[in-house]
C-alpha cells in the first residue's frame, strides 16, 4: 500500500523557516517524480514544487523561487520543501504528491500526480 507521509509543518513568524519532510513507503518511489502542492483555505490546490526522479530537474511556483528549495534523498525515500522566507500568504496545508513517471510532461499540474498525503499545515503570522 502507498503511503505518503508529510511532517515539519507549524507556526512560524513572517520571514521564518520551516523544513517540510515527505517519507514514502509500499513503492519504489527513486524511480518517479515528486512534488508539493498547497491549499489555503476557500482556494484550490496549487502547485508548489516538484523535482524529477534523480533531482536532476526542478520546477518551482513563480511564488515560491527564491524562497522554497525541493530536494530529495531517494536511499530514504524521502522528499524535503526548504521554506525560507515566509510570508503569511504562504498560509496553507501542504500536501507531497507522486508522479509515475520520471520525467512527467506536466509537473506542475495535479493531473501529473497519481499519490497524495495527507497534508500537514503552515500558518505563518505577521
Known amino acids: 500500500q502507498v503511503q505518503l507521509v508529510e511532517s515539519g509543518g507549524g507556526l512560524v513568524q513572517a520571514e521564518g523557516s520551516l523544513r517540510l519532510s515527505c517519507a514514502a513507503s509500499g513503492h519504489t518511489f527513486s524511480r518517479y517524480a515528486m512534488g508539493w502542492f498547497r491549499q489555503a483555505p476557500g482556494k484550490e490546490r496549487e502547485f508548489v514544487a516538484s523535482?524529477?526522479?534523480?533531482?536532476?530537474?526542478?520546477y518551482y511556483a513563480d511564488s515560491v523561487k527564491g524562497r522554497f528549495t525541493i530536494s530529495r534523498d531517494n536511499a530514504k525515500n524521502t522528499v524535503y520543501l526548504q521554506m525560507n522566507s515566509l510570508k503569511p500568504g504562504d498560509t496553507a496545508v501542504y500536501y507531497c504528491?507522486?508522479?509515475?513517471?520520471?520525467?512527467?510532461?506536466?509537473?506542475?499540474?495535479?493531473?501529473?500526480?497519481?499519490?497524495w498525503g495527507q497534508g500537514t499545515q503552515v500558518t505563518v503570522s505577521s
Open positions: 504528491a507522486v508522479a509515475e513517471a520520471r520525467y512527467p510532461p506536466r509537473p506542475m499540474e495535479r493531473i501529473a500526480y497519481d499519490y
Open positions: 523535482i524529477t526522479w534523480s533531482a536532476g530537474r526542478t
